[in-house]
């Protein structure tokens, strides 16, 4: 079993900045991939961004030039660094990470989520 642990929401001013991290643990033999997804209230989960074991990385339309998501593979943690926030981002956070558990079985796991508030 495969847990994650998110970290580092809150309230910010439109134009400000956050960063979360997320944290996977217990029995990993691999991590194809990690990302984050967000859901508004009355809204669809959608992808934010995505890193792969390979370093590529896919983003969201609407975060593109402002969200950077990095990966540090030593300590199986994914960040997102979010600039220049604005209200539309406003949303649950959710990590998200494809791994393998074995040499042969893989799954997906979602953290519990993170709350961003982007209010003034």
């Known amino acids: 079993q495969v847990q994650l642990v998110e970290s580092g929401g809150g309230l910010v001013q439109p134009g400000g900045s956050l960063e979360l991290a997320c944290a996977a643990s217990?029995?990993?033999?691999?991590?194809?991939?990690m990302g984050w997804y967000r859901q508004a209230p009355g809204k669809q989960r959608e992808l934010v961004a995505n890193i792969n074991s390979g370093g590529g990385i896919e983003y969201a339309d609407s975060v593109r030039g402002r969200f950077t998501i990095t990966r540090d593979n030593a300590l199986n943690t994914v960040y997102l660094r979010m600039n220049n926030l604005k209200p539309e981002d406003t949303a649950g956070y959710y990590c998200?990470?494809?791994?393998?558990?074995?040499?042969?079985?893989?799954?997906?796991?979602w953290g519990h989520g993170t709350q961003v508030t982007v209010s003034s």
């Open positions: 998200n990470a494809y791994v393998y558990d074995s040499a042969f079985h893989w799954d997906q796991y």
């Open positions: 217990g029995t990993i033999f691999r991590i194809v991939a």
